[in-house]
T-cell receptor
Framework: DAGVIQSPRHEVTEMGQEVTLRCKPI?????LFWYRQTMMRGLELLIY????????DSGMPEDRFSAKMPNASFSTLKIQPSEPRDSAVYFC????????????????FGPGTRLTVL | AQSVTQLDSQVPVFEEAPVELRCNYS??????LFWYVQYPNQGLQLLLK??????LVKGINGFEAEFNKSQTSFHLRKPSVHISDTAEYFC???????????FGSGTRLLVRP
């Protein structure tokens, strides 16, 4: 399997522009996670999908951030409008959920998208 | 609230020397514990995890970790490191044993020849 695929790997944009990050989870996995990694705050969970349904979006910073999962093989994280403080590495991860929402299932991470907002 | 403390931000060590990366967590309930490794410009990869049972957990690449409930620790060890082990290592705990991983701040392991 190719693993979790993210695109683009690098994104440089100007403040105020819309940014869309994409993720393809591992085939057969039914849980998908979006994380953000910054020097100041470390790794933070932004949103969690199970069977394409958002289960927990409490980590989404504000309304400028939105995430969708239209089908089992694709998810997007959108920032509109983007701001310099959104600069970070964004990771997507997927797992095969056992169905009980417990943390025993291994999460497989993609290579990340490094976002720079000027 | 649960938290994870990695006491060392960077650990320099010579090749073939042993290493221990420290991790302490705070929790009043049972937890699941994980160690992930992040190589430069890559995503995180699971090294090992503790769910239950034996407190000594063996993972990939020769790493192992020991769960110590009384000291709320989950230190990562390797008896002999290689240059290729140079990476960032993250300890993580699940919040209330749910899907939500709480990560430590990371420890950068720098292996020198």
């Amino acid at each position: 399997d190719a693993g979790v695929i993210q695109s683009p790997r690098h994104e440089v944009t100007e403040m105020g522009q819309e940014v869309t990050l994409r993720c393809k989870p591992i085939s057969g996995h039914n849980s998908l996670f979006w994380y953000r990694q910054t020097m100041m705050r470390g790794l933070e969970l932004l949103i969690y999908f199970n069977n394409n349904v958002p289960i927990d979006d409490s980590g989404m910073p504000e309304d400028r951030f939105s995430a969708k999962m239209p089908n089992a093989s694709f998810s997007t994280l959108k920032i509109q409008p983007s701001e310099p403080r959104d600069s970070a590495v964004y990771f997507c991860a997927s797992s095969l959920d056992s169905g009980s929402f417990v943390g025993t299932d291994t999460q497989y991470f993609g290579p990340g998208t490094r976002l720079t907002v000027l | 609230a649960q938290s994870v403390t990695q006491l060392d931000s960077q650990v320099p060590v010579f090749e073939e020397a042993p290493v221990e990366l420290r991790c302490n967590y705070s929790s009043s309930v049972s937890v699941y514990l994980f160690w992930y490794v992040q190589y430069p410009n890559q995503g995180l990869q699971l090294l090992l995890k503790y769910l239950s049972g034996s407190t000594l957990v063996k993972g990939i690449n020769g790493f192992e970790a020991e769960f110590n409930k009384s000291q709320t620790s989950f230190h990562l060890r390797k008896p002999s490191v290689h240059i290729s082990d140079t990476a960032e290592y993250f300890c993580a705990v699940t919040k209330d044993s749910s899907y939500k991983l709480i990560f430590g701040s990371g420890t950068r392991l720098l292996v020198r020849p």
